[in-house]
C-alpha cells in the first residue's frame, strides 16, 4: 500500500521527530551531538529550511523548522539521516539502520501553537529527569533563545521576534513562558498531531491546510472510523 503524502507546505512551520531504531540509543558521546548539529547546520543551509528549535535526546532527535518549498524538509532529513548514519558505522564500526523508518513530522500554526512547540521541545529533557531546568542541558536550543548564546543554527521565527523589541528583550519574554510546564492536555495534543502527522492549529489554521492540500488535517480520535473531506474538498 502507497504511502500517504507528507502535509508540507512551503513557509508553515513544521515540528519533526526522528527517533533510533527501536527507540534504541543514536547519540553515544558528546562527539556524536556535535557532529549530528554540524551536518544539521550544513543540511538545512543547502535546502533552506530555518531551524528555529531542537534537541537531541539520548535515542532521538525533535526539530522546529519552517522550509522554504514544497519538499525541502524531507531532502534535508534525507541527506542528515544518510550522512549522520555513515558517520555513526564508522565512527563505531558497526553496520545496519540506526533510525526507525521515517521521521515523523505536522504542520504548526504559527499564530497560536509555534511558542508552545518551542517549550515542548526545549523541556523535553526536563519532563524525562536528565536535568532539573532546561539551561542545564547541553543539547538544546533553549541557551540561544533564553539566553542569548551564539548557535550558528537557530533561525529566530518571526513569531519569536515579536516578544520584544530586541534580542534581549526576546530571550526574556521567552524565558517567562518557561515559568510553567505545558499542561497535560496541551501536551498530549502536541504528541497526538506528530503522531498522526496532521496539522497542529486552530480550526481556521486546519481548514486554512484542508484547502490547500485537499487533505483532512485534524487528528483522528482513537477507535473511531476515518473521516472523509467533503467533496469539494478531496479525501485522502
Known amino acids: 500500500m502507497p504511502r500517504s503524502p507528507r502535509f508540507d507546505l512551503a513557509g508553515v512551520p513544521q515540528h519533526v521527530i526522528q527517533r533510533g531504531h527501536g527507540h534504541r540509543q543514536c547519540f553515544f558521546a558528546a562527539a556524536d551531538c556535535r557532529c549530528y548539529l554540524a551536518q544539521l547546520l550544513h543540511a538545512s543551509q543547502r535546502w533552506q529550511c530555518a531551524v528555529h528549535a531542537y534537541v537531541l535526546m539520548p535515542n532521538h532527535v525533535h526539530l522546529l523548522l519552517t522550509p522554504s518549498s514544497v519538499g525541502a524538509l524531507a531532502s534535508m532529513m534525507q541527506s542528515l539521516g544518510r550522512n549522520y548514519v555513515s558517520y555513526v558505522n564508522v565512527t563505531y564500526r558497526r553496520s545496519g539502520t540506526l533510525w526507525e523508518g521515517r521521521y515523523k513530522s505536522c504542520l504548526v500554526d504559527a499564530e497560536d ?45 518571526s513569531r519569536y521576534l515579536a516578544l520584544g523589541s530586541e534580542p534581549a528583550a526576546c530571550q526574556r519574554a521567552y524565558r517567562q513562558l518557561f515559568a510553567s510546564d505545558i499542561d497535560g492536555e496541551h501536551l498530549q495534543e502536541i504528541r497526538t498531531y506528530i503522531q498522526q502527522q496532521r496539522a497542529l492549529g486552530s ?33 485522502d
Open 113 to 157: 501553537y509555534l511558542l508552545r512547540c518551542y517549550r515542548y521541545i526545549e523541556l523535553n529533557p526536563v519532563r524525562v529527569g536528565l536535568v532539573g531546568e532546561p539551561s542545564a542541558y547541553a543539547w538544546s536550543s533553549y541557551g540561544a533563545n533564553a539566553l542569548g548564546d551564539r548557535d550558528p543554527l537557530i533561525v529566530p521565527h
Open 203 to 235: 480550526p481556521s489554521f486546519q481548514a486554512w491546510v484542508e484547502h490547500a492540500l485537499g487533505r483532512y488535517a485534524k487528528a483522528r480520535p482513537a477507535h473511531r472510523p476515518r473521516r472523509s473531506l467533503p467533496a469539494a474538498i478531496g479525501g
